[in-house]
C-alpha cells in the first residue's frame, strides 16, 4: 500500500486506513479491481483523483484541450515547414541550401527541449518581455471575445515553438529522403519528357507520393509528440495533459495517471484512424 | 533538309576516376517517315544516346558537345523553359524502363490528358478525353481503363500505355527504346505495325533502340550498329544484311550461329568491351577485331562515307588511312 499512495498512510489509523480503502475498492481483489475499472471507464468514470477528490475524468477533460491545441498547433507547423523544407533540399540535393540545412535541422535534433525551453523563457520572455512564460492565458486580466484568442495565441508561441524544433527534424529528414528517393524514379523522367514544369513536377508528380512516408512518422510520433508536450508544459507551467502528468506523478496519484495515459491512448488511436482515412487519397494501391 | 540532325553528340558520365564516355561523337540524319535501327550489346550507350537526344541526361552524366537539330532548332542549346514546349509536341521517347514510367498515384488515362492538355492548350476538356480514348484503342488497350490506377495494369498493358502516351501530341521524331520488349509476340508484331503505319502516314520519324536484330532489319529502313559508344556502321537495311563492312557488323549478321538471340551472337565475338572510363586513343573494337592491323592501335577510326548511304568506322574500309 505504502506504493501506492505513500507516506501518508503509515501516519492512518487502521479505521481511516480501510475507509480509504473502501473507498477507492482498494481492499477488493485485484482481478475485480481491473474489472471495476474498466466498467466505470465505459460509462466514461475514470475514478476519483486520489488528491484532490475530484473525479478524473473531470480534471482530465479540463486539460486535454490545450493539449490537444498544442498539440495539433506544432503537428501542422511541423508537417507544413518539414515537408516544404524537405521538399526544397532534396530537390536541390548536394548544393549549399541542402547542406546548410540538414545541419540546421540535425542541430535542432540534438538540443535536449527543456534546456530549449528555458533558453526561451530566459530570453523572449523575461528578458526581452514578447511573450508570457506561464500558463495558457492571463485567466485573471478576464478576457473576452478576439482579446482571449489573441491572449490565448500569444501564449501558445514559445510552448509551440520549442515543440516544432522537437518534432520538425524526423519530419524534415522523412521528407528529404523519400523525395529524394522519388526523384529518382522513372516516372518523374517522364513527367520531366512530357514538358511539365519543374513546380508540376515536384509538386504534382513527386509530392503526393513522397508525402507516403511522412504520414507513417507523423503519426507513429503521436505519442512521442504528447510524451514530448509532457516536458514543455512542464517548464511553461502549460495546463495541459503532460503537466498534468507531471504533477500526478509527483503526488503518486494512480487514478489521474491512469486517466492521462488513458486519453493519451486514445489519442495515439485516433491518430492512426486518422492516418487510415489520410492513406488512400495519398496511395490508390492503399483501398 | 532532313527532319532530324544529329551532329557529333558526346554524353559522358561523371565518375571518380574519371569520365565515363558513354556516347562519343553519334552523328546522323532521320528523314520525316523514315525509320532507323539502332542496335549494339548492352551499355554500348543506346539508351544514353536516346536521352541525349531529348536533351534529358541528368547529373552525373553531362552532354559534352554536339547538336540535336530538329526543325532548325538545336535542342542542345536551349534552356530547359524552351525545351519543355518542344519536348513531347515534336520529340518523345518511349523510355526502356516504360513498366516504371507511370505515377502509381494517378489514373493511366489522365496521365495521358496531361501531356495533350499541357502542349495543345486551346483543346476542350471533351476532345482532349476523347482523343486519350482513340490513342487507348489504337494501342489496343480497352477505353475503359482510362479510370484504372497503373498497379492495375500488366506489364505489357503499362507499355502499351507509354506508347499511347508518346503518339498523344503527335510528335515529329519518336525514339522508342526496347518499347516493345517483353511483349508478347502477336502484340509486338501489332505495335511495330501501328508505328511504323503512323510513321509512314504522317511523316513521322522513328528511332528504334533495340536488341532484336531480325526485328530491327524487319522493320527499320537503316540500321546505325553501335559499339562501346560510337556508331561503327550506318547504312541501309539492305546494305547491312548483304554487304556489311564493319568486322563487328559483319561478325554480328554473317555470324554462323543462327540464333534470334543478340547475346548469344555477340559473345560468338571473342574478347571483352573495352572500358569507357579514360579510353585508350585506338579503335574500340581493337582488343575483338580479327582483322586489325598496326594502324588501329594508334588512332580512334572516325565514321566516314564509303559510297552513298553507307557510312563506316574502320581503316579497312574507304580513305580512312589518312
Ligand atoms: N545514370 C548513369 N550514371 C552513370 N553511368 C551511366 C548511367 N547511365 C548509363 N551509364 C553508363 O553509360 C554506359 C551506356 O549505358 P546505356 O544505358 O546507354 O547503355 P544501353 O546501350 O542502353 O544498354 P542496355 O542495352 O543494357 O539498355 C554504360 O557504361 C553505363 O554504365
Ligand atoms: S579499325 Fe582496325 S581494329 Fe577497328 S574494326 Fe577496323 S580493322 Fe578492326
Ligand atoms: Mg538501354
Redesign the interface.
Known sequence: MKFIVGEDIVLMSSEEKAEVLEKHGLNKPVFEQYLNYIGSILKGDLGYSYRSQKPVTDIVSERLPWTLLLSITNIILSTIIGVAMGTWAAWNRGKKIDIVLNNIFVFFRSMPSFWIGMIFIAVFGARLGWFPIFGAQSVWAGYMGFEKIVDIAMHLIMPTITLVILSVSSIYLTMRYSMIDVLGEDYILMAKMKGLSDKKVRYTHAMRNALIPVVTIVMLNMGYMVGGATIIETVFSYPGMGRLLFEAVTNRDYPVIQGCFFMITICVIAANIIADFIYPLLDPRVV | MALLEVRNLTTYYETKIGYNEALQGLSFDLEAGGILGLIGESGCGKSTAGFSM?N?I?YPGKIMDGEVILDGKDLIKMD?NE???????DI??I?Q?AM??????YKVGKQIL??IK??FPEMSQEEAVAKVEHLLNLVGIDAKWYHG?P?KLSGGMKQRI?IA?ALSCDPKVIISDEATTGLDVLIEAQILALLKKIALDRGLGLIIISHDLNMVTAICNRIGIMYAGMLVELTTTENVLRNPKHPYTRALFSSQIDSKDFDKKVTSVDGVVPKLVNPEDKCRFYDRCNRKFEMCERKCPSLISISDNHRVACYLEGDNHE
Open positions: 531529348m534529358m541528368e530547359r525545351l519543355r514546349k518542344v519536348l513531347w509536341k518523345a521517347m523510355p524502363s516504371n514510367a507511370l505515377n502509381p498515384a496531361e501531356a499541357l502542349h490506377y498497379h507509354i502516351m
